[in-house]
């Protein structure tokens, strides 16, 4: 699917009722949320306050009881469906990358692959679709390598890769850069700007300033059981 226009200006996806309780503990309560088309978004917090749960429910990976999403599709027509479990159309349309990426044990050009094969893709759009994602995460040389000989800067580059190649309209990061530094670090964030220049929205988090400093960044803040989406 390819990315929204930047000047639609109906949100991408809005979510109501995302509450996640543990034991006693509220750990946020978020009447409404809504994720804005073609944005790079930093989720900042303390430790321990929800944003991971937060980015896992959005993607479908954690139970989201009683929360709803409103969406339009690609001809316009409006859905309104209970996020859990996430509905098919959505599930087609978000990507997670989690804190610490896990790589299938076959190489890295069967990995990047493998969401497309699992989508019964034809074979020469697959090959054409991991060629581009290959040359554009620097991986070209490692295509037929096993993940237990990449790098951590490696590793990070084949999952940005395996998400982009699915052409996702909505991009869920959980810390893209807090094992890397030097240079993996660096090429990592060009990349990260790269998928929020396509016009993809990207939410992250993120502590790296590097990140939060790109240019038109919005910047969300979840504390106290509360989503500010307005944090300067």
């Not at 930093?42 to 954690?62: I, P, S």
């Not at 400093?213 to 504390?223: A, H, S, T």
Request: charged residues 20%; hydrophobic residues 40%; aromatic residues 4%.
């Amino acid at each position: 699917m390819t990315p929204s226009v930047a000047h639609d200006h109906s949100p991408l996806l809005t979510v109501r009722g995302l509450a996640r309780t543990i034991g006693l503990r509220k750990l946020f309560a978020i009447d409404r949320l809504v994720i804005p088309r073609a944005t790079a978004i930093v989720l900042t917090g303390m430790n321990g306050a929800g944003k991971t749960t937060l980015l896992r429910m959005l993607a479908g990976l954690e139970p989201a009881p009683g929360a709803s999403a409103q969406w339009t599709d690609a001809h316009g027509q409006a859905h309104d469906a209970p996020l859990s479990p996430l509905p098919p159309a959505l599930r087609q349309r978000i990507a997670y990358l989690h804190q610490h990426p896990y790589l299938f044990r076959t190489s890295v050009r069967e990995n990047i692959a493998y969401g497309l094969h699992a989508r019964g893709m034809p074979r020469d759009e697959i090959a054409r679709r991991v060629g581009e994602a290959l040359g554009w995460a620097g991986v070209s040389h490692l295509q037929d390598t096993a993940p237990e000989y990449l790098s951590g800067g490696e590793i990070q580059r084949v999952a940005l890769a395996r998400a982009k190649v699915l052409e996702p309209e909505l991009l869920l990061l959980d810390e893209p850069t807090s094992s890397l530094d030097g240079h993996a670090r660096e090429q990592v964030i060009g990349l990260v700007g790269d998928l929020a220049a396509e016009g993809r929205t990207v939410v992250m988090i993120c502590h790296d300033r590097e990140l939060i400093n790109l240019p038109g960044v919005v910047r969300w803040k979840l504390g106290d059981g509360v989503l500010d989406t307005h944090h300067p």
